[in-house]
């Protein structure tokens, strides 16, 4: 048996950045990850590029059913530090747009950066790790199943450990660990084949914490049926759209794909769509629709609808329209109803999505642990003391472009300096 002062559970962007920062205090620190690496997610994120963080960030672009809770935790920790420490170790990196900020060459020097910095603190990182069972101690002993708050029991009821006592012990399948500070940094169900599990939601709730339904986000939108054969044949073509769901609309490419559609602005509204609710996309975003048709009708009196549209659209793209929703004529035979009929269409086109792909595509997970047993400040529960919940375990979840490691990097921040 072993005994640190802190195990992180999860060698990911959040656990890293919790264990560095721990280890950063003088703790002794463990990290434990069950797959080969650490760091998985962040290589493949970005295209391999690695959006690490977000200069935009602020409060309002992250998704929470307590939407308060990572104002303090964002406040405290900056896009400005991270590309502190970033810059500190020579990596060359580049805004790619909206504040997205991108390494230049590959994601694997952050991945290096965060275990230089953990090496650096004295953390101990232990991969191909898998943990086997997780309980409380109390006056020395494991806490049985009866002894656990019930999910719905009032805050606070889990006695603490004997000053100096470790108050938790994680069976491991390489060893047994005793700790005092146990942080739960095992992400969510996104991207399976990278080892996403829903290990951290089972011992959150073993621990008697709420977790919140959870879904897929970020994610590819699917079609069935009709509206997926008018568009099977467009796979590949792209274009500049504002897609709405409900209040909510995002400015930027789609991708038309073989089983619906993808894209930033499509992944971006995926966070508010619910299957069987409307998606509308505004096919000229920026432009005036009526104006513009009105405008190249009186140029342009005898050029077809679908040659016309096809100099505002994606030519197949704009084909597929006229075949599907519109009737290819002269402009000069729109009467201005018409004309105002077929702006309307291209300005709310309504699009219908059967659902989404699912959390094998997904580059987030919805919800997660209940926030309103967490402190917002230290990540630390309000029922067990010691134990800490950051990054996508938590019910919190940034847009698309950087800002979902961003909270990786201000929640593990906020525990790396408490736990």
Not at 57 to 86: E, G, Q, W
Not at 322 to 341: D, G, I, V
Not at 371 to 400: A, H, K, Q
Request: aromatic share 6%; with cysteine; glycine share 10%.
């Amino acid at each position: 048996m072993e005994r640190v002062e802190v195990c992180v559970i999860g060698g990911g962007a959040a656990g890293l950045m919790t264990a560095l920062n721990a280890g950063q205090r003088g703790r002794r620190v463990r990290v434990i990850e069950h797959a080969n690496r650490c760091g998985k997610k962040i290589l493949m994120s970005g295209g391999g590029r690695c959006n690490f963080t977000n200069t935009g960030t602020r409060p309002d672009h992250f998704l929470s059913a307590n939407p308060h809770f990572c104002k303090s935790a964002l406040a405290r920790y900056t896009p400005a530090h991270f590309i502190a420490m970033v810059e500190r170790h020579g990596i060359a990196y580049h805004e790619k747009e909206l504040g997205q900020l991108f390494c230049d060459d590959s994601s694997k020097p952050i991945v290096a950066m965060l275990l230089a910095e953990c090496e650096q603190a004295g953390v101990e990182v232990r991969t191909s790790c898998s943990v086997e069972s997780v309980a409380a101690l109390a006056t020395g002993a494991a806490t049985t199943q009866a002894d656990r708050p019930a999910p719905d029991a009032g805050l606070g009821q889990m006695p603490d450990a004997p000053a100096g006592a470790p108050r938790f012990r994680v069976a491991s399948s390489q060893g047994v660990i005793e700790c005092d500070s146990l942080v739960v940094a095992t992400g969510g169900l996104s991207i399976p084949s990278l080892g996403a599990t829903g290990f951290g939601y089972a011992l959150a709730r073993q621990f008697g914490h709420a977790v919140l339904p959870t879904r897929a986000g970020l994610v590819p939108l699917t079609q069935t049926g009709k509206p997926a054969e008018q568009m099977a044949e467009l796979a590949g073509v792209a274009l500049p759209i504002t897609a709405r769901a409900g209040k909510t609309a995002f400015t930027n490419a789609m991708l038309i794909t073989h089983r619906g559609i993808s894209g930033p602005a499509i992944l971006q509204i995926s966070n508010y769509w619910q299957p069987g609710e409307p998606l509308e996309l505004d096919l000229l975003p920026g432009q005036d629709a009526l104006a513009t048709l009105s405008a190249l009708r009186q140029s342009r009196p005898d050029a077809q609808l679908r040659t016309v549209l096809a100099e505002l659209l994606p030519k197949r793209f704009a084909e597929r329209l006229c075949e599907t929703a519109f009737e290819s004529r002269p402009m000069r035979q729109y009467e201005p109803k018409a004309l105002a009929a077929i702006a309307a269409q291209l300005a709310r086109f309504a699009l219908v999505c059967s659902g989404t792909e699912g959390y094998r595509t997904a580059e987030v997970t919805l919800g997660g642990v209940d926030t309103r047993e967490v402190s917002s400040s230290t990540m630390e529960s309000r029922r067990v003391p010691g134990l800490y919940f950051v990054g996508e375990v938590l019910d919190v979840t940034g847009w698309l472009g950087g800002y979902n490691f961003q909270w990786a990097w201000a929640s593990g921040f906020a525990a790396g300096q408490h736990a």
